[in-house]
Nanobody
Framework: QVHLVESGGGLVQTGGSLRLSCVAPGRTVGTYKMAWFRQAPGKEREFVAAITWVGGVAYYADSVKGRFTISRDGAKNTVTLQMNSLKPEDTAVYYC?????????????????WGQGTQVTVSS
């Protein structure tokens, strides 16, 4: 079992920045990749970014490329999402997820464990 704890959400103006963190204190060797997904009201959950623990290979949704950066700290079992140049359309609940080596990194079904989510609101 992997318990994920997210933090760092909040309210920010357009063009501002936020930093989300996800701690996985119970991470096992079976956890190969971590990701952030988001869900806005009335919309489906969508992929934002993912990273592998080994090698730090990163993946991004086209909508956040160049603005968001995902990183990991294996020693602290922490994954961070630095979000810059935020837009109102980035408003959503952001979820951290952990997955094994199986499945495509951008697909939600590839992740076995999910955090409770943290709200990000970008005002115009």
């Amino acid at each position: 079992q992997v318990h994920l704890v997210e933090s760092g959400g909040g309210l920010v103006q357009t063009g501002g920045s936020l930093r989300l963190s996800c701690v996985a204190p119970g991470r096992t060797v079976g956890t190969y990749k971590m990701a952030w997904f988001r869900q806005a009201p009335g919309k489906e959950r969508e992929f934002v970014a993912a990273i592998t623990w080994v090698g730090g290979v990163a993946y991004y949704a086209d909508s956040v490329k160049g603005r968001f950066t995902i990183s990991r700290d294996g020693a602290k079992n922490t994954v961070t999402l630095q979000m810059n140049s935020l837009k109102p359309e980035d408003t959503a609940v952001y979820y951290c997820a952990a997955g094994t080596i199986y499945g495509m990194p951008k697909v939600a079904d590839a992740y076995n464990f999910w955090g409770q989510g943290t709200q990000v609101t970008v005002s115009s």
